[in-house]
């Protein structure tokens, strides 16, 4: 079967493959693969900047049918459409593990970069990290689940937002558009996107459509526009998705006292400049995030089936696998928001 390999330590060295077709093991499950997106993962590891183990195939964000269980499955059918929990390879026994957080174990070895991933036809996946799509769910819905259930697990479960909150999310990309439209069905009152003038003609633009209110900070100064929009008294949750270390020393001047920052955006090893002072004195909660808990990957199915969280509205490009080229790249110089391949 053909597959999307990074074969080898450095930049590039991405490559689509013939590569034999997998069994599963005991406790396993077989699922032919609908639909992968491209995560920015799948491209820092295309440029050798986040851990791998190669020979590896790439993607985490992967849909699919049941279509052969192992041994010692104790509930999984063929015909099941699924969606996984890329927390392969966690321990089990350490602390983090034992209180049922698997997904920041350190032996934690996800699908993509630590084993092989869903850009192919056929993976084997753990049947307990499975979660199952409902009929009236599209495969397209079900790869946005992934991406979905991390803004679910930091902006929900985490932050813990109030309905009635005033929201600004720095950062319109898919996780932060994402992002807004889970605080919008948890409840906030108003969400703002927060863009450079590189972000107006695709990810502000996609904002727009989805009825969000937007900033084009190269044109409004965001600190006095916030203030106005809240009565001068700033934003009661911050959500930081850019990763930038320019734009996060300033999330402290749109936030309110006794006010939320809730981190997802990684900066790439770089180091932040913090104003720590005014951090103290606004007395906010900083929230750190990283993956996704148990519990949002099906109240993501939930919000995204029931149309709350119009995710697959975030889809500029569905690409076969053998295009996988232009899928990165389109994704890669913000011509493209969220990219499927279709083995």
Known sequence: MKALVKTQKGKGFL?????????????EVKIEIAACG??????????????????VILGHEFTGTVVEVGPECRSAKVGQRVVAEPHTKACGVCPLCRTG??????????????????????ICYPE????????????????????????????????KITPGDFVV????????LLAAMVARAAGARDVVLIGTPGDVTLRLAKA???GFKTINLGEVNPVDA??????????????????????????????????????????????????WDKFSFKVVDVIFNLSTS????????????NGLVPAEKLITHRLPLAKWEEAFDAIEKLQGLKALLIP
């Open 128 to 159: 307990k990290l499975l979660h199952n799509l409902p009929d009236t769910m599209s495969f397209d819905q079900g790869a946005l689940v992934e991406p979905t259930a991390n803004a679910v697990t930091d902006v929900i479960e985490r932050a």
């Open 226 to 275: 916030i203030k106005d929009m809240t009565g001068g008294l700033g934003a009661d949750m911050v959500i930081e998705c850019s990763g930038s270390p320019r734009a996060i020393p300033g999330t402290i001047d749109l936030v309110r006292k006794l006010g939320k920052i809730c981190v997802i955006g990684l900066t790439g090893n770089r180091n932040v400049e913090i104003p």
């Open 208 to 210: 727009k459509e989805l």
């Open 101 to 122: 957080n698997i997904q920041i174990c350190p032996e934690k070895r996800s699908p993509g970069w630590g084993i092989d991933g869903g850009m192919t036809k056929y």
């Open 169 to 176: 999310v720095i950062g319109p990309g898919p996780i932060g």
């Open 38 to 55: 491209i995560c920015g993962t799948d491209v820092h590891v295309r440029h050798d900047e986040f851990p791998y183990w190669p020979p």
């Open 15 to 27: 490559e689509l493959r013939d590569v034999p077709e997998p069994n599963p093991k005991a406790g």
């Open 294 to 305: 148990y519990t949002s990957w099906d109240r993501t199915i939930s919000l995204i089936n």
